[in-house]
């Protein structure tokens, strides 16, 4: 991981700067919306089903007429990260990056639904440390790594174990595990019996 402290994170490179502050509450938007925002972040290994799941969350949500967006490690990695790599450094910047994009979406009354390995404790910890108590959800999409080998289309893990890719979490790099996710989700369940348990857990 980076040698960079939080502080350093958050500090700006631009100077004079000030924060704006707009005349919309956090209140306003709910009642607007007619339900409270948060960040969902689910995380776990490649293959684990983060993905499938956000994304079925994210459609219960809407028929449910929440206002919800899912943003997916890799589609992210096709633009605003389409610069980093997958070196430890670079997995530090990329949740950087998506934990401000999830923070203002939060802003913005939406419930905003993550799909990313974010395989270092210390990144989805100041990911959450962005968010106002109780907005941001870490959900733990707990699937052993002999399942996610079996599902794994696209041959990730196979050419990890030759060593054709490295810096793979949970082969060649660590994965570690969250400690006090507020969901834990078992994804051998069906698919349909996860989603629900996540959106009643959710209280939306």
């Given amino acids: 991981m980076s040698d960079s402290t939080e502080a350093d ?62 943003l997916d490690g890799d589609n992210v990695r096709f633009g605003l990260n389409s610069d980093l790599g997958f070196s430890p450094e670079d997995r530090t910047e990329n949740i950087r990056r998506i934990g401000e994009v999830c923070r203002l979406f939060q802003d913005s009354g939406m419930v905003v639904l993550t799909a990313f390995i974010s395989p270092y404790l210390a990144d989805r910890a100041q990911v959450r440390a962005l968010h106002p108590d109780g907005k941001f959800i870490e959900v733990f999409v707990d699937t052993p790594i002999e399942i996610c080998e079996a599902r794994d289309v696209k041959g990730l893990y196979k050419k990890a174990r030759a060593g054709e890719i490295p810096e793979f979490s949970g082969i060649s790099a660590p994965y570690e595990l969250p400690e006090n996710p507020e969901i834990r989700v078992d994804t051998t369940k069906p698919l349909a019996d996860c989603v629900a348990e996540i959106v009643t857990k959710l209280g939306l």
Avoid: C, Q
């Fill in 9 to 70: 994170a958050k500090a700006p490179v631009s100077k004079n700067i000030v924060r704006a502050d707009g005349r919309v509450s956090g209140e306003d938007r709910a009642a607007n919306l007619g339900h409270d925002s948060m960040t969902v972040w689910f995380t776990g290994l490649s293959g684990s089903g983060k993905s499938t799941l956000a994304f079925a969350v994210e459609e219960a949500l809407v028929k449910k007429g929440v206002a919800g967006y899912v």
